[in-house]
């Protein structure tokens, strides 16, 4: 007698095949974010016809993607045909802080759809080496640097993406008994401005790439908090800024090897005033992972791009500072899928 999947079944063959289908979501939003609907919502609610003249497509077609978008509450139909923001589709404005535009560009680029396409997961599968450089012929860094309009589209990415998390992270972190930060490899240097403005009778240093060190300067921040916030350009694996007493690394470890991170804890024990400790804070990896996150596809997309990528669970990170000399005090969950690993100078 033929066997029919019974209601059970049928649930989780729905679920695996909503998942599957996940990516045309992803591609209908990619071009709903290119088209800039989002923009032209900032003013108020508007019909899809409207909207539809505004970005040159058919008004029908426009729904039809508009409809799937509110199902997961990016934008919302308010009567028949007429669209509204929610608070998530915000972030698909171009000219608001931590526009997710440039994140979705970068998804949406054509050496980013290089890289994952069958053929590239299959090569990356199966060798352990990065698709980018074996399908473009170079790496992701000597890439972008011939590639301007890409390399805009990934700083900001890289913006949004952190900044996002700023506050979030600074409301756990309790600085409250150290006086001298030094974020190592600080990126847009909006992370310690955070913190400097949290705690006003601090010092802080950045420590950066030259080309990064340029972005900095440029940052209202920087006349915001002068005398209180230097910043300094030099390699993390040679050495770090001395005499701080919180020497903070944020999504560092993880895209280093054991022998890059014991250099890069190293100069930072060596570097620390006396009592001071070491923030580790980046996605701490779960085996098996709790739950989604988008730092598991993160961790995907990086092995696309590079043969090395680290995401690691406590033990191999409390591992790596016990090799260093330090050890771990706590470990701190933040409200977002980050921690934090506190650890100070083993007596
Ligand atoms: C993933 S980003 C994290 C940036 C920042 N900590 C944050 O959480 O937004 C890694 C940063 O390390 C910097 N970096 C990479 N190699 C470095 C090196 N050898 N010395 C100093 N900084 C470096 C990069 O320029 C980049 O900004």
Redesign the pocket.
């Known amino acids: 007698m033929l066997q029919q999947p019974d209601r059970g079944a049928a649930d989780h063959i729905f679920a695996v095949y909503g998942m599957l289908l996940d990516m045309y979501f992803s591609m209908s939003l990619q071009e709903i974010v290119h088209l800039k609907v989002a923009d032209h919502l900032s003013e108020g609610p508007q019909s899809v016809e409207v909207l539809a003249k505004q970005v040159g497509v058919q008004a029908d077609m426009l729904a039809l993607h508009m409809r799937t978008m509110c199902s997961k509450d990016i934008f919302v139909e308010i009567e028949e045909g007429v669209f509204a923001h929610t608070e998530r589709s915000r972030y698909l404005q171009t000219d608001i802080p931590c526009s997710l535009v440039s994140v979705s560009e970068l998804i949406r680029s054509d050496s980013q759809r290089a890289v994952w396409t069958p053929e590239a997961l299959a090569y990356s599968i199966r060798t352990g080496k990065s698709a980018f450089e074996h399908i473009l012929g170079e790496n992701l860094w000597s890439f972008l640097g011939t590639h301007p309009e890409d390399l805009a589209i990934a700083n900001g990415a890289?913006v949004t993406l952190?900044d996002s998390l700023n506050e979030v992270i600074a409301e756990v972190l309790d600085l409250t008994d150290r006086r001298s930060f030094v974020?190592?490899?600080?990126?847009?240097g909006s992370?310690l401005a955070t913190l400097l403005s949290k705690y006003p009778e601090t010092t802080g240093a950045l420590?950066?790439?030259p080309p990064?060190i340029e972005n900095v300067k440029a940052q209202e921040f920087i006349s915001e908090l002068a005398g209180r916030y230097t910043y300094h350009s030099?390699?993390?694996?040679e050495g770090v800024p001395e005499g701080g007493d919180a020497y903070?690394l944020?999504?560092?470890l993880t895209?280093w090897n054991d022998e890059a991170c014991l250099k890069i804890l190293n100069n930072c024990r060596k570097a620390m005033a006396p009592a001071g400790r070491l923030y580790v804070?980046e996605y701490i990896l779960q085996t098996p992972p709790a739950k989604f996150t988008p730092y598991l596809v993160t961790g995907l997309i990086h092995r696309q791009w590079f043969d090395e990528d680290y995401q690691r669970t406590v033990p191999q990170l409390q591992r790596l500072l016990e090799q260093a000399g330090f050890e771990v005090v706590s470990h701190t969950p933040t409200s977002t899928d980050d921690s934090i690993l506190t650890a100070q100078v083993r007596a």
């Not at 030099?234 to 694996?237: A, S, V």
Request: net charge negative; no cysteine.
């Open positions: 890289v952190s974020d190592v490899g600080g990126g847009d992370f420590l950066e790439v990064m030099g390699d993390f694996l903070l944020k999504e560092i895209h804070i």
